[in-house]
């Protein structure tokens, strides 16, 4: 593939929609409310919306043939790139939207620079992302707010998932190679320039929920090598199901 | 208020419905109005939710992102249905919460179509061609009922239920024209939700009850009876266009009647599930209630936040 770097570059991006919009529609049907439930589907709905887009990118630029499906649905666990915190269960509702909230921040800072990427295609789509996303932003961190100063079980609860979680939020800032090329070629976002403003942010917002900022030091990491936590293997049993088991079939 | 006065009431009530006046929710009823209406509405409220559940069963496991993106944008829709069906229905003075507890205890009903399993792929289109249909075929009249909460929803409920018709239909095309296995697994959806399909149509005329006040008031417009030939009617020749057989062998067309003739019902099963002992009832109920109780935490935190909010916002002003 001659464009191998930016190919990788788009499965890196796209990847963590992909699971993430995996994990909020697996809530479907199953919020706390009827209206916290469209909200949820309404998230992985633009996720999977974002996902279509850049795989369609990437599926040009791999000129082999395959599709958005292929690409989405018929790779191995070690091939996949997602940073761990979205492949991260739904736990209970804070679980999930204190996932959310910790790829929210990210994603829309991310997308905010991807948005001046020299590649026509790929600032196309920040474009039409950023929008959503400041939503979804919105969204998870009024619930946070919500949840922290609700009820003393809430907070607990909300405590409980933010400590949990907060273990993935550095590999965010992580750079892998494809990454790197792609900064330097000027397609790409230097994601090593995002991390203070993102613990700023996420900082202030658990000040304004009454949460407790955790102070762990020790991160995990590996999702962007494809070295993923038990969680995604389970995830992609399902959202390969019907390419694994029919092969070679359109839907 | 003297029975006279009341008789009175009810008298001009009539008329209004007869001259296809809607009632509005501030205008006076007939307590049996109120009931039967917060009955049926709630019931088909209901039934939008517990719908999402056979449906959501494939989310994650949708063949494609674009059938992934359609089926979740389906099963969204039908939230927003039991939105707006729940909004409708408290405007007759029940609460949302009152209405779900009568869910959860089995005091109200929701369609029993769906305490069938969906076990393939094809379900989805089968429950979107199928379920979907029928239930337009039941709705559709409901667009000009008495009550005006109701009518206006149903509005924007039937253009999106024809629209997941569609959708569905589509789904069984393609895979009706697609490979052998993709056909069986078809043929197969049709074959396990065809009965049950007709059998949402509610009971046959002879057991049905409520139906004469209903007309009245413009809840019911034709015996489901009729309601079920229409949808036999326009659903056969869709089938035989995409090439698959229903599940009937006494499947005919009377030129005489102008319309299929069909073999009998198996009313027994259709009891069974209406009484709660179908193959789902039990797990559907479960993730209802178990939603619900999970969520309580989350809706008692969101009430208590926003009253400090209040609170706080008070004591700033002072
Ligand atoms: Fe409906
Ligand atoms: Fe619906
Ligand atoms: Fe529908």
Not at chain 1, 65 to 93: H, S
Not at chain 1, 115 to 139: G, P, W
Not at chain 2, 295 to 314: I, L, S, T, Y
Request: with cysteine; net charge negative.
């Amino acid at each position: 593939m001659k464009n191998q770097n930016l190919y990788n570059y788009i499965l890196g991006i796209a990847d963590n929609s992909l699971i993430l919009g995996q994990r909020m529609g697996e809530l479907c049907g199953h919020g706390p409310s009827l209206e916290t439930d469209i909200a949820c589907t309404n998230i992985s709905l633009d996720l999977f919306g974002q996902v279509r887009s850049y795989f369609q990118y990437a599926a040009k630029i791999a000129g082999d043939g395959r599709t958005e499906d292929d690409i989405a649905m018929l790779r191995k666990e070690r091939d996949y790139k997602n940073v761990l915190l979205v492949e991260q269960p739904n736990t209970n509702f804070a679980y999930t939207l204190g996932r959310q909230f910790l790829f929210d921040v990210y994603h829309l800072a991310f997308l905010k620079e991807l948005q001046k990427s020299t590649d026509l295609t790929l600032s196309a789509i920040a474009n039409k992302c950023v929008k959503e996303v400041s939503y979804h932003e919105r969204f998870s961190s009024d619930w946070i707010k919500r949840l922290g100063d609700g009820t003393a079980e809430s907070k607990a609860k909300m405590q409980d998932a933010i400590n949990d979680l907060w273990t993935y939020t550095d590999e965010l800032f992580h750079q892998t190679e494809a990454d790197k090329a792609m900064v330097e070629e000027g397609f790409g976002v230097d994601v090593t320039r995002l991390k203070e403003a993102y613990y700023t942010e996420i900082n202030q917002v658990l000040e304004e929920a009454t949460l407790t900022i955790p102070e762990s030091k020790y991160f995990q990491k590996g999702g962007k090598e494809g070295i993923h936590t038990e969680h995604l293997g389970y995830l992609l049993a399902e959202l390969q199901y019907m390419q694994r088991a029919y092969p070679n079939m359109e839907w | 208020m003297s029975e006279e006065q009341i008789r009175s009431l009810e008298r001009q009530f009539d008329e209004r419905i007869a001259r296809d006046e809607k009632i509005e929710p501030k205008d006076w009823m007939p307590e049996k109005y109120r009931k039967t209406h917060i009955r049926q509405m709630s019931q088909h409220a209901h039934s939008e939710i517990v719908g999402m559940l056979p449906e959501g069963n494939w989310i994650s496991r949708a063949p494609s992102l674009r059938r992934k993106v359609a089926l979740l944008a389906k099963v969204q829709d039908e939230a927003g249905h039991g939105l707006y069906l729940y909004s409708a229905t408290e405007t007759l003075g029940i609460s949302r919460e009152e209405m779900y507890e009568q869910l959860h205890t089995g005091k109200a009903k929701y369609s029993s179509i769906f305490n069938y399993p969906t076990i393939s792929w094809a379900d989805m289109g089968a429950v979107g061609w199928l379920v979907d249909g029928a239930a337009i075929i039941n709705q559709v009249p409901l667009c000009n009922t008495s009550y005006g909460p109701y009518a206006r929803a149903m509005i924007r409920v039937c253009k999106e239920e024809s629209f997941h018709q569609r959708q569905g239909f589509e789904i069984m095309m393609k895979l009706a024209n697609g490979s052998p296995e993709q056909k069986d697994m078809a043929q197969d959806a049709l074959n396990r939700w065809w009965w049950p399909s007709l059998m949402m149509l509610g009971p046959t005329d002879a057991e049905s009850i409520h139906t004469e006040q209903s007309m009245k008031w413009k809840l019911k417009r034709k015996s489901n009876d009729d309601l079920r030939q229409q949808f036999i009617d326009q659903t056969v020749p869709q089938a035989e266009l995409i090439g698959l057989t229903i599940p009937d062998p006494d499947l005919k067309w009377n030129e005489e009647r102008q319309s299929y003739d069909f073999g009998e019902i198996n009313w027994d099963e259709f009891w069974q599930v209406v009484k709660g002992h179908g193959p789902m009832n039990k797990h559907r109920m479960k993730a209802r209630v178990g939603a619900w109780e999970e969520g309580a935490w989350v809706r008692d935190a969101a009430m208590a936040h926003a009253e400090k909010k209040q609170e706080r916002k008070q004591k700033e002003a002072v």
